[in-house]
């Protein structure tokens, strides 16, 4: 009957640390979340606005991990400088769009002008540009906005 007893303990121990992790997980927002949320247009304006570039935005979202790059863009070339990222801002551009207040970038044009460009927000701040980034494939979040 003791070890009945015991076994019951237990079993109720674990249903209740159960019942408290999904009670967690389900109330801390996440970024894709906050992402969504009417109080976040004014932190991705100025995430947006960290990129330096001027020119149409057709989509943002948060990116977690952002190693999982791929997962978007598959047609996208490794970025090594993204392995290791907890999350990342991501900001698709389209047509032409300028780098501005920039010096040139090795590897871009000495104008800073760029197609099919993306700027990647890293958790710290800075912020990755990436030009010619093929959109075969893409995946858009159902968090991300759309423009």
């Known amino acids: 009957m003791h070890v009945l007893r015991s076994a019951v303990l237990v079993l109720a121990t674990l249903a209740l640390v159960a019942v408290l992790c999904v009670g967690v997980m389900l109330a801390t927002p996440s970024r894709a979340a906050l992402n969504s949320s009417a109080n976040s247009a004014s932190e991705a304006q100025a995430l947006i606005g960290s990129c330096g570039i001027?020119?149409?935005?057709?989509?943002?979202?948060?990116?977690?991990p952002g190693s999982s790059y791929r997962r978007y863009f598959p047609a996208m070339l490794l970025s090594p400088?993204?392995?290791?990222?907890?999350?990342?801002?991501?900001?698709?551009?389209?047509?032409?769009?300028?780098?501005?207040n920039q010096a040139p970038v090795p590897g871009l044009p000495a104008n800073n002008r760029l197609e099919d460009a993306l700027c990647v927000v890293l958790s710290n701040g800075d912020h990755v540009v990436y030009a010619n980034v093929s959109r075969s494939g893409m995946y858009l979040p159902g968090s991300a906005h759309i423009n």
């Open 81 to 100: 400088e993204l392995d290791g990222v907890d999350d990342a801002f991501v900001v698709v551009y389209t047509g032409a769009v300028v780098h501005v």
């Open 54 to 64: 001027s020119g149409q935005v057709a989509a943002y979202f948060w990116m977690e």
